[in-house]
């Protein structure tokens, strides 16, 4: 009898914090990494699988559709720091291809963060200055600089959001992996 | 001993199977905070409504400052839902919703025919309806055929800064949804055929 009931306490207790974390962890199930950025292009599609959509409802988030576009996360940067909002980065190279897209810096409470005096927390492609060659190079950071400025406030952690929208990439499974753009880590104040 | 041992193992691992499996397969059916269940506190059905900017923990999480957004709900048990938006020159998208969260369909304005949201959301029984009766707005509609209970629309319009706010206003006060059965028009009888 003592043994049924361990069994079965041990049972609820592994199979509770296994599904906790799996749901957590369900980024990775699906997911396509690309240096510090992370999309899920299977989360706007209908081939979902049932961790995904449990995170999508335990979230409340709803997914940009697979027609829409899609979304890149970055955490970290590309040496694998956590993104800080009184530190400056420098985000430097292409996008996959899209009609459109932008990118946007949020806090920790999931809105955009507050921008610096005279600038914007978030730009998008065409209000963008390109090299010669189609890249680009947009500076993080809460003083203003030169060129593309993504102006931050405050402390605590961010991330930031690249939304590719109208992109073939989400309906070309496999082939070349896209190419995003590097986050490279300056001074902190 | 050992083979004892090893039975407890094996049942305990069992267990934390079928309750890691029930867990994941329960979230969608009884969670609470998901979008669907948020959007009906706040709207009517078929009440297309444009989403105050900036709101967070709205019916959708992670907005798109870049983005003007608008959501409908709506049940397609008895009755379908049509949803039109007036022709714009700004980049728009749309997604259908299941009550779970997921999509069910999505478009963009170019993937839609003439630019133009106007998509017609059907359960299976309305769908060979509308096949036998072909009534004259399937030839601009997208028909989506689903088996969905019930759900909702997102639209969202590119609004990048003031000046496209005019326009993005127009677009999402211009969106409805209503509620669609397929019927054949009234005036139209047999077409005639000439020689």
Not at chain 2, 114 to 125: A, C, E, I, Q, Y
Request: charged share 15%; with cysteine; proline share 7%.
């Amino acid at each position: 009898m003592f043994q049924i009931t361990l069994i079965a306490l041990l049972g609820i207790v592994l199979g509770a914090g296994s599904a906790w974390y799996s749901v957590q962890q369900s980024h990775r199930i699906g997911a396509i990494n690309i240096g510090p950025w992370t999309a899920f292009p299977h989360a706007g599609a209908e081939e979902i699988d049932p961790y995904t959509i449990a995170r999508a409802v335990a979230e409340g988030s709803v997914p940009l559709g697979s027609t829409e576009g899609l979304a890149f996360e970055a955490v970290t940067d590309s040496q694998g720091g956590l993104l800080q909002r009184n530190c400056s980065y420098r985000i430097e190279g292409t996008t996959p291809p899209a009609k459109l897209w932008t990118l946007v810096s949020y806090g920790e409470d999931g809105k955009p963060v507050a921008p610096a005096p005279g600038g914007k927390s978030s730009t998008y492609s065409s209000a963008l200055l390109h090299f010669p060659d189609g890249s680009f190079l947009v500076s993080v950071s809460s003083k203003p600089t030169s060129g593309n400025w993504i102006a931050t406030s405050g402390e605590g952690t961010m991330r930031l959001v690249l939304r590719l929208y109208d992109t073939p990439i989400t309906s070309s499974a496999g082939g070349e992996p896209p190419v995003m753009p590097q986050i490279s880590a300056g001074e902190c104040n | 001993m050992w083979l004892r041992a090893f039975y407890f193992f094996l049942c305990t691992l069992v267990v934390a199977g079928l309750v890691h499996i029930a867990i994941v397969l329960l979230i969608p059916l009884y969670g609470t905070r998901d979008a669907y269940a948020r959007l009906s506190s706040d709207t009517q059905m078929l009440d297309f409504r444009m989403l105050p900017d900036g709101v967070t923990g709205g019916p959708i999480s992670d907005v798109d400052p870049y983005f003007a957004y608008g959501v409908c709900r709506f049940d397609i048990r008895q009755e379908g839902v049509a949803i039109s938006a007036p022709k714009t020159d700004a980049f728009w998208s749309a997604t259908i919703v299941n009550e779970d969260g997921s999509v069910v369909y999505s478009l963009n304005n170019r993937t839609a025919i003439d630019g133009k949201l106007d998509l017609l959301l059907l359960n299976p029984v309305l769908v060979l309806r509308l096949r036998e009766l072909q009534p004259p707005e399937i030839e601009n509609a997208i028909v989506v055929e689903s088996e969905m209970k019930s759900g909702f629309a997102v639209v969202r319009i590119l609004r990048p800064d003031d000046s496209w706010e005019q326009q993005a206003k127009a677009f999402l006060e211009g969106t409805k949804c209503k509620a669609y059965v397929p019927t054949v028009p009234a005036d139209s009888g047999q077409p005639t055929v000439s020689q």
